[in-house]
């Protein structure tokens, strides 16, 4: 969020309160002068919390995958801090594998020391990790409360999350207890989803901090950077009985539980006819099928839309979709169901024996995939046929009633009898063995 943005949304909440207009002028509502001021300082404890789950393995267009290109910002963060300054690094996600589902896989790879000594102490750590695991943000808040030096001064969290919460709790609940203890939080969201971008952006909110963006990857060591040097903003307080908001999402095929996350009670339901709700301001999660959109915030006098993404398939296939880093299953397309409503995230498609890994899902757009398809055509006469990858492992076969397969991009070989044609298929192609 801008200087300029917070100013506006906590402009909302300061005419309860004439003083707090008078904070707003002094802390907020000169971005000019925020910004030429660096809080960047020695007597800070910064303790970076580095996501290292499994969808943290997703390629980039510019090569390489996000938590390569996390590694070596994260390498550079100690020369961006002063030297006698306290840092410390926590990890998520590097544990465990996702099939053991471990919401507590969080630990502190590098305890609190000054930055001066930690730099190769941070580089190691982050070499050695292995991004395989869930994301628990909210544990990993929790746990951060007690990481840090009992005389720490400036008690500063920088969190880097390519994603949302995929554990039990609230990561904003999580976030305003820290606030209580004199904790600021400042998110880095590494190409997310919209549904992560406003989890990250109440997080940091809750606790005054600030939100960055790195939507491509490469840019991660400057917003960073940026990060580090960003000051604390004033975090108003809510009257007791503030004016309710509403919360509203643009797309409800089924039906959508809505809970308030402070207190776990069910306050409505999304469906096919509601589709707006007026609510207390506070913090509210929606289920989507086997998982929930957390951390959305609803102010006094305010609508917050939540917006869906779909994904299609085109043309028609059997294929499963799962959340590629904690397996869930969220559907299947078929011959009837071309499309389907996600909550946004990164996929997988599964066909058959091989899979379509690391696809994302945004809000409020439709994410369009073409299969590959590969094709015996009628009258060809062969005793075995199936196809195989340049590794040898068999990822479809045919027979009597089964002349088509439909694969995933890949490189592959179709062996028919006696005979191999390579086939190194990009999205969309198409490839048919016909009798002479």
């Known amino acids: 969020m801008s200087k300029n943005e917070s100013c506006s949304a906590l402009g909302g909440f300061?005419?309860?309160?004439?003083?707090?207009?008078?904070?707003?002028?002094?802390?907020?509502?000169?971005?000019?002068?925020?910004?030429?001021?660096?809080?960047?300082?020695?007597?800070?404890?910064?303790?970076?919390?580095?996501?290292?789950?499994?969808?943290?393995?997703?390629?980039?267009?510019?090569?390489?995958?996000?938590?390569?290109?996390?590694?070596?910002?994260?390498?550079?963060?100690?020369?961006?801090?002063?030297?006698?300054?306290?840092?410390?690094?926590?990890?998520?996600?590097?544990?465990?594998?996702?099939?053991?589902?471990?919401?507590?896989?969080?630990?502190?790879?590098?305890?609190?020391?000054?930055?001066?000594?930690?730099?190769?102490?941070?580089?190691?750590?982050?070499?050695?990790?292995?991004?395989?695991?869930?994301?628990?943000?909210?544990?990993?808040?929790?746990?951060?409360?007690s990481d840090f030096p009992v005389d720490a001064k400036d008690r500063i969290i920088v969190l880097v999350s390519d994603g949302k919460e995929t554990c039990k709790g609230d990561p904003t609940i999580a976030a305003k207890a820290l606030a209580g203890k004199g904790v600021t939080v400042h998110a880095v969201g590494f190409i997310v989803d919209t549904a992560a971008r406003m989890q990250l952006q109440a997080i940091a909110r809750a606790t005054g901090g600030s939100y960055f963006d790195a939507p491509v990857g490469p840019e991660l060591p400057d917003t960073l950077k940026a990060a580090l040097d960003t000051c604390k903003q004033t975090v108003v307080t809510l009257p007791p009985k503030p004016k309710p908001g509403k919360l509203r999402t643009t797309s409800a095929i089924f039906s959508h539980a809505v809970f308030n996350a402070e207190t776990g009670k069910r306050v409505g339901t999304f469906d096919r006819v509601t589709h707006e709700l007026a609510l207390p301001a506070g913090v509210y999660e929606v289920k989507f099928g086997p998982a929930s959109w957390k951390g959305i915030e609803v102010r006094p006098g305010e609508t917050t839309t939540i917006q869906p993404g779909a994904l299609r398939l085109t043309p028609n296939a059997s294929a499963e979709v799962v959340d590629s880093e904690t397996d869930e299953?969220?559907?299947?397309?078929?011959?009837?169901?071309?499309?389907?409503?996600?909550?946004?995230?990164?996929?997988?498609?599964?066909?058959?024996?091989?899979?379509?890994?690391?696809?994302?899902?945004?809000?409020?757009?439709?994410?369009?995939?073409?299969?590959?398809?590969?094709?015996?055509?009628?009258?060809?006469?062969?005793?075995?046929?199936?196809?195989?990858?340049?590794?040898?492992?068999?990822?479809?076969?045919?027979?009597?009633?089964?002349?088509?397969?439909?694969?995933?991009?890949?490189?592959?070989?179709?062996?028919?009898?006696?005979?191999?044609?390579?086939?190194?298929?990009?999205?969309?192609?198409?490839?048919?063995?016909?009798?002479?």
């Open 329 to 436: 299953s969220f559907g299947r397309f078929d011959a009837v169901t071309p499309e389907l409503t996600l909550i946004p995230g990164v996929y997988d498609l599964r066909f058959g024996k091989t899979e379509w890994r690391y696809i994302k899902v945004d809000g409020g757009a439709t994410t369009t995939r073409r299969p590959v398809r590969i094709t015996l055509a009628p009258g060809l006469q062969w005793q075995k046929a199936r196809v195989v990858t340049q590794g040898g492992a068999v990822v479809a076969r045919f027979d009597a009633v089964t002349h088509e397969a439909v694969l995933p991009p890949g490189d592959y070989v179709i062996e028919v009898d006696d005979n191999k044609f390579p086939f190194p298929a990009t999205e969309g192609e198409a490839f048919e063995v016909k009798p002479q």
């Open 14 to 145: 300061m005419r309860y309160k004439s003083i707090a207009t008078a904070l707003c002028l002094a802390a907020t509502c000169l971005p000019s002068l925020a910004r030429a001021k660096s809080c960047n300082t020695a007597d800070r404890s910064v303790l970076l919390i580095l996501d290292a789950s499994g969808s943290m393995n997703a390629k980039l267009p510019s090569g390489g995958t996000r938590i390569e290109v996390a590694r070596r910002a994260v390498k550079g963060v100690s020369s961006l801090i002063p030297g006698e300054a306290q840092l410390g690094l926590r990890l998520y996600g590097s544990q465990s594998p996702r099939e053991r589902k471990n919401c507590e896989d969080s630990n502190v790879a590098v305890p609190f020391a000054p930055a001066s000594a930690n730099g190769d102490r941070v580089a190691s750590a982050v070499d050695g990790a292995t991004a395989q695991g869930y994301t628990p943000i909210a544990y990993s808040l929790e746990q951060a409360a």
